[in-house]
């Protein structure tokens, strides 16, 4: 579906005078968003801008002082991670690896999608069957079969990123939030996790954090611009990129890094 398309559709995520002050430091300040249904939506700015914060908002790891966070039309600012994760069915891969390590690739997934609940014999071996199909499915989806016998701790700091990217969508959720799903990449690793990202938002709606700019291009929508905890700018990729407010705050980020 086109941008246009998209952003004339339901949102799925509504946030509304955002605010959470630490210890008086307001790293996010009165941010309004508008998450489409179906949508990847890349969140940019620059270290410190209040990203990961957002994203510990929406999930419910971090407490609002302020402001509304609407799923579907419904209230879910003050809830539970458990509860936004399991009812809501909101996803999230932190920034950085989290597998585990003495395992495979194929029971991580495992693991991820929910394990051994206990159910009646008779119904046991139909539900592994397709507990067993499943996992191939998210395999697939994160090229990750082939290397489903390989212990975790073997795959390379790409596929391992994958996995994580594999133990989220084994829960099934409709909103997925990925922060920074490229980080350490080389640029081949980085542009497959752009073309897989583009595969699952055909049945996902997505919230990227990214840096790189040729990765957000690739796979944007819509883009958010926070600065200071602030929004900054937003629309297509196109007319971000372009905006002089925007470039202003990467060229000030670059002078700083070749300062220190
Ligand atoms: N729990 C907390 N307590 C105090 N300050 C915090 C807390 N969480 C985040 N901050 C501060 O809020 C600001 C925003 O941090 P955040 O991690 O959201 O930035 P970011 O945009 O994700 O940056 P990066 O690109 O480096 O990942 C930072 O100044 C950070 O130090
Ligand atoms: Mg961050």
């Known amino acids: 579906m086109s941008t246009e398309n998209l952003r004339n559709g339901p949102d ?32 940019i700015g620059p270290n410190g801008a209040g990203k990961s914060t957002l994203m510990d908002l929406i999930t419910g790891k971090t407490k609002a002082t302020e402001g509304d966070i ?44 929910g394990g051994y609940t206990s159910i009646p014999k008779a119904f046991a071996y139909r539900r592994r069957a397709e507990q067993k199909s499943k996992i191939e499915d998210v395999l697939r989806q994160i090229n990750l079969y082939d290397q489903r016998d390989m212990m975790a701790s073997e795959l390379a700091h790409g596929q391992r990123q994958w996995l994580e990217i594999g ?73 971000v990129k372009n905006n002089k407010k925007v470039i202003q705050v990467y060229l000030k980020d670059d002078m700083d890094e070749e300062g220190d």
């Open 12 to 43: 799925i995520l509504t946030i509304r005078g955002l605010t959470v002050s630490f210890s008086g430091f307001r790293a996010i300040s009165d941010v309004d968003l508008d998450v489409k249904e179906g949508e990847i939506h890349v969140i």
């Open 167 to 239: 133990m989220v969508i084994a829960q099934s959720p409709e909103l997925i939030i990925l922060d920074e799903p490229a980080a350490g990449m080389t640029d081949t690793e980085t542009y497959k996790t752009g073309q897989m990202i583009k595969e699952l938002a055909k049945e996902h709606t997505l919230i990227v954090i990214e840096h790189d700019m040729e990765f957000v291009e690739q796979i944007a929508d819509y883009v958010t611009v926070l600065h200071q905890g602030r929004k900054l700018a937003e629309g297509p990729f196109s007319e």
């Open 70 to 113: 609407l799923f579907k039309g419904e209230e879910i600012t003050s809830k539970d991670p458990g509860v936004i994760a399991s009812k809501y069915h909101i996803g999230r891969k932190f920034q950085g690896p989290n597998v585990f390590d003495n395992m495979t690739v194929f029971e991580n997934i495992e693991i991820a999608l």
